[in-house]
């Protein structure tokens, strides 16, 4: 099996650099499912049958499937399972907790969902990071600067004259990342302080979440990581793509989409 | 049934401020058990038996449940519901995300888990915490400075003259609590940085952890609050109570140790 580096070097490879993120609602997929025994995972079937030979990877929000309880968490390991070990899988649970605990989380993550990679907050520091980089074939997306408005609360908090937190997130997961197995989370919304900071990147992978229903713009992303010959960059798109309809035509019309941005990472990289 | 607000004061006019932690861990718990068809929720239910009159209410720490996977989560509601609604349900699962996924976390965790009170990073702001809030009966502990070593990476950031970091998400969180349903999580371990803040709490609940295997004095963390007149405090112990003894005399050591913790409450509120 491929490491979680190995994957997105090849993806890479192949120009591609966007992720598709699963938030499957079971409010919001079209109302013809509903018969099936398991609405979501056949919602997020047809939309990974309709992408999987497009798409970097996929992002699967917990959040979508811990609010239907027992079931919604069957719905993600199959949906996990289904997927398969050929795509990128980021577990998008956004945890963070003390050693002892933030091992358990670790091993839920890579050893009981077996996804390649997650997402973690900083908040607490070094040691509730530590224990996910003792899996050196995984990847751990530390939250820098969010894509959404409560980004300004804390993230932009200034602590010197020169440097905001989320910079001092940026140091400090740049010298925690001896294995080469860290990452970073970059809001797509957050283009001028993207520019600022591309340079610092230093080969960390990053993901942006963000284009599509936040705001963000895939060209201009795009156009900054070229400009500062960065090709380490991961595109998210969950509503932009999952929901792009909400008729029975949702998993074609995700593909379609897929497409176009797919089209526009490349048209952009020259 | 009783609001969350409403367990916490009847809890303290018992003198009732410990809060039992579970985090069940098959490897540490009595070899007996193992026979048992569920060892955790056989572990969680003879804990329960022996300390439900004694204790404030439950801690629940997900990252122990989940690392079980599906097993392990059915575990969870089995404890949840068998504690019952009698007592205080802490759901500390650390989440944190933007505004429609928090919405998601937070059905998950007081409509489906049917907990009263959630743990949260503060890292991503008002929109993260936001969806929460709207639920008046509940209460959300927000992280503002825990007891692990990494506390010092960012919470302890200095962001002024006057002001770390930590002290600005307390400043932020108290501005958010317009419906009374927002507490705080402030580590046993920081006692300094415990009698520097606790004049600005203004009514806010606040959970403890970090007394005993953490290193945390229980008898300072009660003497200070009873100096600044505060009786709004829930003190957690997890590993101090549940491994007391890890022979089969496990739950009758785990009631004589909170009632041990009880009596030091008792001593130190004088």
Known sequence: ????????????EENKHICVGLDPDKLKIPSSLLTSDDPVFQ?????????KDLALGYKLNFAFFESEGIKG????????EYIGDNHFIIGDAKRGDIGNTAEKYAHSLFNEFKVDASTLHPYMGFDSIEPFLNYHEKLNFILVLTSNPGAADFEKVRISNDKFLYQEVLTKVLSWNKHKNLGIVFGATQISELEGNVSSFEGLPVLLPGVGAQGGSLEDVVRLFIKYKNNNFIINSSRGI???SNGNDFAEQARIELSKLNQAVAE???
Chains 1, 2 share one sequence.
Do not use: H, P
Request: no cysteine; aromatic share 12%.
């Open 43 to 51: 919602f997020n079937k047809e939309i990974i049958d309709a992408t």
């Open 268 to 270: 952009n990289k020259i």
């Open 1 to 12: 099996m491929k490491t979680a580096q190995e994957k997105l070097k090849s993806n890479y």
């Open 73 to 80: 968490i069957e719905t993600l390991y199959k949906t996990i």
């Open 242 to 244: 999952i929901y792009k």
